[in-house]
């Protein structure tokens, strides 16, 4: 591939992803896409296709050294889960999983807030998709209690029942698997953050609206899970800090260790719900932020969602406009939801 090629091709990706992808995040999303590019040629591509924001993230000091020693033998040893909430005054929380060892991202659920059987609803989707690992781990928050009580139910179908089997520490640790939050953020949660901002300071959306609030969460979680799923494929194939000739989706490959487990061993989630409340535990049910006044109307909110995809552009595409620089289609997406609810409310 010429030098030329190479160029027009990471223009092109960073017209998807945005700026921020540096050397190795650029790399691992040209691998995710079938391109095997040294990294001294994205590098040298990068610097030629946008020098000014290359040479900022040379003296990028976001990366930081993890001061708390860390442990994990292999892929299935620790799995992570945890949550990033700089969206969360927006109605959006990214909640994601990935082992320790390996870094792969397993899995994620974008929620509108702290959802509890949400989030074991996508633990289930691993527990059955992947299987279990030998210790779980996430902060103090009491949205993954149902989570960790079912990890402790199926405790004795791990790989190795020595380890504890659910833990719960700081979210302030650093630990190496927490490492991919400073990638989300500077790729997706900070543009699309200031976006909101803007478009708060110019009145187009008034946050303090229950309408207001639901349609500006709804359109934001489909335009965050673009740039998330970006990030994902990303992060999974590019190489790892330190770790040389190392990626996360090949270290998962070659020293997968997770436990396997068969369907019916897997509570659904109605039992998963009956067996926790049955100890007395307490589960939050609210899944909602603001208020949408369809809700409740299949119909409606079906009318509601041919109408406004019709009226948008794809959201990849509003996705890449957001990080490069013009909110205008974003804008746009969140005044035709408004727009859609408050005149089919109104017709209805």
């Not at 740039?227 to 770790?243: A, D, F, M, Q, R």
């Not at 957001?322 to 205008?328: A, D, E, M």
């Not at 974003?330 to 939801?337: D, E, N, T």
Request: charged share 25%.
């Amino acid at each position: 591939m010429s030098d030329g090629n190479l160029d027009s091709i990471i223009s092109r990706s960073i017209e998807q992803v945005g700026a921020a992808y540096g050397v190795k995040m650029m790399q691992g999303y040209l691998r995710s896409k079938g391109f095997m590019v040294g990294r001294y040629r994205v590098q040298a591509s990068l610097r030629r296709v946008n020098p000014e924001y290359h040479e900022r993230r040379r003296n990028d000091t976001v990366r930081q050294t993890n001061p708390i020693p860390y442990y994990a033998a292999y892929h299935g040893d620790k799995l992570h889960v945890d949550q990033n909430e700089k969206l969360v005054r927006f109605g959006v929380t990214e909640v994601v999983f990935s082992d320790g060892y390996s870094r792969q991202i397993i899995d994620y659920i974008i929620l509108p807030i702290k959802n509890p059987i949400q989030i074991y609803g996508k633990f289930r989707d691993i527990l059955l998709n992947h299987g279990i690992w030998n210790t779980l781990r996430s902060d103090h928050g009491t949205e993954f209690c149902l989570t960790g009580f079912i990890q402790n139910k199926l405790k004795n179908y791990r790989t190795d029942t020595r380890k504890q089997a659910y833990t719960q520490t700081r979210s302030l640790e650093n630990l190496r698997a927490e490492r991919k939050w400073p990638e989300i953020n500077q790729r997706v949660n900070y543009p699309v953050k200031n976006a909101l901002i803007d478009l708060q300071r110019l009145q187009v959306i008034d946050m303090s609206d229950e309408m207001h609030r639901f349609c500006v969460s709804f359109v934001t979680t489909i335009i965050v899970e673009e740039g998330v799923k970006l990030v994902i494929s990303s992060w999974n194939s590019h190489p790892l800090e330190g770790i040389v000739s190392r990626i996360p989706d090949d270290l998962a490959r070659r020293t997968n260790r997770v436990a396997r487990l068969l369907q019916d061993g897997v509570p659904t989630m109605q039992e998963a719900i009956t067996e926790y409340e049955a100890t007395g535990g307490n589960l939050t049910r609210t899944s909602y932020f603001g208020r949408d006044p369809l809700a409740g109307n299949n119909t409606l909110i079906d009318q509601r969602e041919r109408r406004f995809l019709a009226e948008i552009e794809p959201p990849p595409r509003i996705f890449g406009q957001l990080v490069n620089g013009n909110i205008t289609p974003f804008r746009h997406a969140i005044v035709s939801f408004i727009n859609a609810t408050i005149e089919i409310q109104i017709v209805n």
